[in-house]
């Protein structure tokens, strides 16, 4: 029987985070042609993961360039992608998530008349501004795709609605699950030793509040709202907590970031971290402030409480099962969620301990079988 060719198509940190069990289970199953190309969308957040995970990509387009917009980075993936398909030919091209990579890709393998596997299909807000453009980029990719691994049974319902047929849906849980179980396996290493010692990260000291602020619907004023939010909890809680915040390289998110945060003593600011330091930090972190998609699903999958800093969450699960709770930009809001979980150890650890609704670590594992028994 003639081999299954796969070509799976990454470009940030996050898609290559919850790819990578992906790439590993097809390289290791009999039958299947595995391939990576990277579009390295984030050039330099993207090599860490490939490096912790193994990953060696077969096409790097290295598209990234400094302060690009939606429409240069997009018409740079349909200008270099294209030959690429045109090239190999795969059988099945996949794609992970909601990034401006997942939409072009979709696109892509539609105009060759490829077949498409949307990984992580079917999350939504129903806004289609929030998040932006990762609501449009996600509804683009579903139109197109003729697999939808659909992370939980949420998302199988919202396909449904969308009249997508049963058949083409798999509720597989989500990869980063697997990526994250990994992850956490693995042995300090002696770099993160070296930062857990300069962020003054010891047992027994102050609480580690970790933060990530970067969506653009956030750039402007929710950013310096969520900016003061962090000196207020950080001038509470002098003695008591240490915030750290891994700041993106946006010039959106840094300038505020560093004007805003820069000199408070007790949140210290640095730059994106690999992936196995922020699982690590994670362990640790009693607390996260995010308006980050993939922090909803690793926290609870440590048993650390997440507060969302976004108005909307297309993860309601998390909401549901209780392991995250949507708090906005409002300055006073975040200040009121976050003093309750810090104050209350009964709020705490009803967070801390609810069921992560996100996967058992072998949504890989169900993804490729997928491929396998539609391959015809």
């Given at each position: 029987?003639?081999?299954?060719?796969?070509?799976?198509?990454?470009?940030?940190?996050?898609?290559?985070?919850?790819?990578?069990p992906v790439v590993h289970k097809l390289a290791q199953t009999p039958g299947i042609e595995s391939y990576v190309c990277v579009t390295a969308q984030h050039r330099e957040m993207l090599d860490q993961v490939l490096n912790l995970f193994g990953v060696a990509p077969d096409?790097?387009?290295?598209?990234?360039?400094?302060?690009?917009?939606?429409?240069?980075?997009?018409a740079a993936i349909f200008t270099h992608l294209d030959p690429v398909l045109k090239d190999l030919r795969p059988d099945w091209v996949l794609a992970q998530g909601d990034t401006t990579t997942v939409m072009a890709t979709s696109l892509l393998a539609y105009y060759n008349r490829i077949r498409f596997g949307h990984v992580e299909a079917g999350l939504r807000t129903g806004d289609k501004w929030q998040p932006f453009p990762e609501e449009i980029n996600r509804m683009v990719a579903s139109v197109t795709a003729d697999l939808h691994f659909a992370p939980?049974?949420?998302?199988?319902?919202?396909?449904?609605?969308?009249?997508?047929?049963?058949?083409?849906i798999f509720v597989t849980g989500n990869p980063v699950i697997d990526a994250l179980q990994f992850v956490a396996s693995q042995p300090l290493t002696p770099e993160v030793r070296e930062l857990f010692h300069r962020l003054g990260l010891k047992d027994g000291g102050q609480r580690l509040v970790f933060v990530t602020a970067h969506r653009r619907e956030n750039f402007g004023e929710p950013l310096e709202?969520?900016?003061?939010?962090?000196?207020?909890?950080?001038?509470?809680?002098?003695?008591?907590?240490?915030?750290?915040?891994?700041?993106?390289?946006?010039?959106?998110?840094?300038e505020p970031v560093y004007r805003l945060l820069g000199n408070v003593e007790n949140i210290?600011?640095?730059?994106?971290?690999?992936?196995?330091?922020?699982?690590?930090?994670?362990?640790?972190?009693?607390?996260?402030?995010?308006?980050?998609?993939?922090?909803?699903?690793?926290?609870?999958g440590l048993g650390v409480p997440v507060l969302v800093m976004r108005q909307v969450t297309e993860r309601p699960e998390g909401v549901q099962a209780g392991t995250v709770r949507l708090v906005g930009t409002d300055t006073e809001r975040i200040v009121a969620e976050a003093r309750r979980l810090l104050d209350d150890p009964t709020a705490h650890a009803a967070m801390a301990h609810a069921v992560n609704p996100y996967g058992d670590g072998r949504a890989a594992e169900r993804i490729v079988q997928a491929l396998l028994t539609t391959r015809n």
């Open positions: 029987m003639k081999s299954l060719r796969v070509l799976s198509v990454f470009g940030t940190r996050p898609e290559a985070v919850k790819m990578a096409v790097d387009l290295n598209l990234m360039r400094p302060d690009q917009s939606l429409a240069e980075i997009t939980t049974e949420w998302s199988r319902q919202n396909l449904l609605r969308e009249n997508v047929p049963a058949a083409r709202n969520i900016c003061t939010a962090l000196c207020q909890l950080a001038d509470i809680y002098r003695e008591q907590i240490h915030i750290v915040y891994p700041v993106h390289l946006n010039p959106n998110v840094q210290t600011l640095i730059p994106p971290l690999d992936y196995l330091p922020l699982v690590n930090i994670l362990k640790r972190a009693v607390l996260v402030l995010t308006d980050s998609g993939g922090l909803q699903e690793e926290a609870p």
